[in-house]
């Protein structure tokens, strides 16, 4: 007889591929979001050209961070749920707050089973909806979306440009804005981006990668390590 | 002992001495009874139709559907016993969405109706389970080859068919089919053609009043699954009606009004 040797089961305890910040704002006339098309291997660029959005029914999209494959797992479950919907025919379709909700339950369900899925999203919806799920199932409902590095170096940005009546076009420039910034100071960031705007009425327009240009690096022998204390 | 069988009735798992198994036979004899049911591939997709008998004129109008929707490319129609058939169907979806977690592709019609078909065969094999009462009609689109159809029966086994029809009034509906030209054939063609067959098909005296249930996966839905309109099924029953009265006219004029009165029970939802 063999003897089984009793270990404690070790899951995953730190991403391997991995996108960073995701950034989102409520405008007047719908929702803008916004992040670029890398997947890090650790600190190296490995996969450039890589969406993060995901539009799983007209009028809602979700951009996501962190564990790329565990994105694309809670990618595929959210189709599931759509074409669930789809073959119930009872005439009621998930809405973005739904969506939105159930995710939340989603990560929530993985993180204590302590198997969670790796990642922070943000979705975006008709009805001028906008929110964020954290990897612990938290759900936030905001007007301004920023997740992982983003938090730090672009919230603060985005808190001050945001004004009632802002636009989408105005949204747009605003986190292109935001990107530059991350492009500058963030490791992980690239400075091919992606943009998803949904409108009031639920028209979706997800665009190509394209580069952020209008970089300005003439500041940067400012930043010298004296300054960065 | 008496009866049909003898004796030889009892069990799937047992034969007959003529090689017959009885209750098989006697489960499509259920699906015999059953409201027809028409499958017709077309040259831009396939129809799935339903003459969905109504018990009692208490039942909500498009309550207790007999087609249903599997995947975004795949319908299903019941004939014989509905909760029987329902089974297969949520069997359908789960063969649909497992091919999909596996191969990240929507599964082909061709395969859902084999592994659909083994399903149905296993209850024919067991004394502890007895076979489903109904013989379903897959309707798919094919990345491949297009739209099609696929039967499968409550023995077990499968077929791939341009059209096909069970249920009461299969008989005159098979040989109406038999008539069609499916090289040119469109959907919209299609549901006007099921529905005259069905309204041909019906005894008039006897049959209990029907919902005309019709959906397609075509063209013109994004080779999606759709109900096919109210608006056009309604329409298209109308001229069904009108044409069957005009064509028995000098027979027997009246009843056809009394069945014109008495089984429009669709109502615009």
């Given amino acids: ?48 050209r890589v969406t ?44 973005p707050r739904a969506l939105h909700q159930y995710l939340s339950r989603l990560l929530y369900a993985r993180r204590s089973r302590l198997d969670p899925l790796y990642n922070t999203v943000a979705v975006a919806g008709k009805g001028r909806f906008l929110g964020m799920v954290d990897m612990y199932g938290t759900a936030i409902e905001t007007n301004l979306v920023a997740t992982g590095i983003g938090t730090l170096l672009a919230l603060p940005l985005l808190r001050k440009r945001w004004h009632e009546g802002l ?54 022998h400012a930043v010298t390590e004296k300054l960065m204390i | ?33 059953s409201g027809t049911v028409i499958g017709v591939r077309c040259v831009d997709g396939v129809v799935l139709a339903v003459e969905n008998l109504r018990s009692t004129k208490l039942l909500q109008p498009n309550s207790l559907r007999r087609v249903f929707a599997v995947d975004r490319h795949i319908g299903i129609a019941i004939a014989g016993i509905g909760p029987d058939g329902r089974q297969m169907v949520s069997r359908a979806r789960s063969e649909a969405q497992n091919f ?25 094999l067991y004394w502890h389970v007895r ?12 990345e491949t080859s297009g739209p099609c159809l696929y039967i499968v029966e409550p023995d077990g086994s499968g077929y791939k068919y341009r059209a096909y029809a069970n249920g009461k009034g299969r008989t005159a509906v098979r040989t109406a089919l038999n008539k069609l030209n499916f090289d040119q054939l469109t959907c919209a063609d299609a549901v006007s053609e099921i529905a005259l067959m069905i309204h041909q098909s019906r005894d008039i005296a006897k049959d209990k009043p029907y919902e005309l249930e019709m959906a397609w996966i075509s063209e013109v839905c994004d080779r999606q699954f759709a109900r096919v309109p109210m608006s056009l099924i309604s329409s298209a029953r109308q001229r069904a009606e009108l044409e069957h009265q005009q ?10 009004a009394a069945e014109a009165a008495g089984t429009n029970v669709m109502e615009e939802s």
């Fill in chain 2, 1 to 33: 002992m008496a009866g049909v069988g003898s004796g030889y009735d009892l069990s799937t798992t047992t034969f007959s001495p003529e090689g017959r198994v009885y209750q098989v036979e006697y489960a499509v004899k259920a699906v015999e009874q």
């Fill in chain 2, 131 to 142: 076979p489903f009462g109904c013989a379903i009609l897959i309707g798919g689109w094919d």
């Fill in chain 1, 52 to 95: 993060r959005f995901h539009q799983p029914a007209a009028g809602v999209v979700i951009a996501g961070g962190g564990e790329y494959s565990d994105l694309q797992q809670l990618f595929r479950i959210t189709d599931n749920v759509y074409r669930q919907e789809f073959c119930h025919e009872d005439g009621w379709e998930l809405t």
């Fill in chain 2, 100 to 124: 999909r977690n596996v191969y990240a592709e929507e599964i082909p019609p061709s395969l859902l109706a084999e592994r659909l078909a083994s399903y149905a065969h296993v209850y024919s």
């Fill in chain 2, 247 to 256: 064509m028995e006219g000098d027979a027997s004029p009246g009843a056809d």
């Fill in chain 1, 167 to 220: 636009t989408m076009d105005d949204g747009l420039a605003c986190l292109e804005d935001c990107l530059r910034v991350l492009y500058y100071r963030d490791c992980r960031a690239l400075r091919t981006i992606q943009v998803a705007k949904v409108s009031d009425s639920g028209e979706t327009f997800i665009s190509e990668p394209y580069d952020l240009g209008n970089l300005q690096w003439k500041v940067a």
């Fill in chain 1, 1 to 48: 007889m063999h003897s089984v040797k009793l270990v404690p089961c070790e899951l995953t305890t730190e991403p391997i591929v991995t996108g960073s910040s995701v950034l989102g704002v409520q405008c007047a006339d719908g929702v803008v979001l916004a992040c670029d098309t890398l997947a890090s291997y650790g600190s190296l660029a490995r996969f450039q």
